[in-house]
């Protein structure tokens, strides 16, 4: 035997068993922590509801230390620098243990996902960190942390875009205007999670909407953070928002007959999730101040419901 071919390292290659059991954490993470998302997942064939589990699972690891608070911004970067690295040589067939990373080797091989989309997952979730994560300081004013709509798009796309490029590589597509179309549901997806979430953002110094869009209603940052907010006063603002949600969302259904059939009711039940998330806002006259907006569980089953009978006719 020549050197050379001695030299080549054996790949690792888990058995059937380390499969299972790792897929099995994946799918316990999702059902756990993906409170929207999961109800997709089920209606997937059961392969690719692995699949999704294991990415999910491993961009929740990545949220994890991207919010880790008792570790320093400039910590948390290197810590999920030293996560990626592990990814990578997973990846590249070296030995592991860590369930997460069993599950997303496996499905990435299986459905040919682009490696670089998951790095883009992971920098997406520090995208908090490089606007700053503490809150504001005692009589430090708020600001917007974007200008235009644009410069909100680009961190959709990080955050949500590539999550849709993600997810119709599992579903299954062939004709490549799939991907813009994912992308744009998946800034609906975004728009929809920071017209809920406004409160909660701007109370620890985050606020997404740009800073033309607040100046467009006589608005500024702190008038989100404000002790007693006039809802009458941002309701403009976050309709206006909600219409941009409303025009992605018709990108979705485009999207739906795009994708292989056995997926097209998994994407429906996830874009209904989310587009009656929305429209539920819509029927509060957007005030999402006095209390969380959310979907109970009878509202995401029926939906559920209705994907499983799409499924089986």
Not at 296 to 302: A, I, Q
């Amino acid at each position: 035997m020549s050197s050379a071919v001695g030299n080549v390292p054996v790949q690792f290659a888990p058995t059937a068993s380390q499969l299972e059991m790792a897929y099995s954490v994946c799918r316990s993470i999702a059902r756990s922590a993906a409170k929207n998302f999961y109800y997709g997942f089920v209606v997937l064939p059961r392969r690719k509801r692995n699949a999704l589990s294991a990415v999910y699972a491993f961009m929740r690891r990545c949220d994890d230390i991207a919010d880790d608070n008792t570790l320093s911004p400039d910590d948390r970067h290197n810590k999920l620098a030293e996560w990626l690295d592990k990814v990578h040589r997973a990846l590249a067939a070296q030995p592991t243990d860590d369930p997460v990373l069993l599950a997303l080797t496996d499905a990435q091989r299986t459905y040919q996902i682009p490696i670089g989309l998951l790095d883009q997952l992971a920098y997406g979730t520090a995208a908090d960190l490089d606007q700053g994560q503490r809150e504001p300081s005692a009589g430090a004013p708020l600001v917007a942390r974007y200008q235009t709509f644009e410069e909100l798009r680009q961190y959709c796309y990080g955050v949500a875009s590539v999550v849709g490029l993600v997810c119709i590589r599992i579903f299954g597509y062939r004709d490549p205007a799939a991907e813009p179309l994912a992308e744009r549901c998946g800034l609906a997806f975004q728009l929809t999670n920071i017209i809920r979430d406004v409160k909660e953002d701007a109370a620890v110094g985050r606020v997404y909407f740009p800073h033309e869009d607040l100046a467009q209603f006589g608005l500024s940052a702190a008038d989100l953070a404000a002790p007693h907010v006039e809802v009458a006063r941002i309701r403009p603002l976050l309709a206006m928002e909600a219409d941009r949600a409303r025009d992605c969302y018709r990108s979705g259904e485009e999207l739906i007959p795009l994708v292989n059939e056995d997926s097209q009711p998994a994407l429906w039940v996830l874009i209904t999730i989310y587009r009656r998330l929305l429209e539920k806002i819509a029927s509060k006259q957007y005030d999402v101040f006095s209390e969380r907006v959310r979907l109970t569980v009878p509202e995401k089953l029926t939906v559920l419901g209705k994907g499983i009978l799409k499924r089986l006719v």
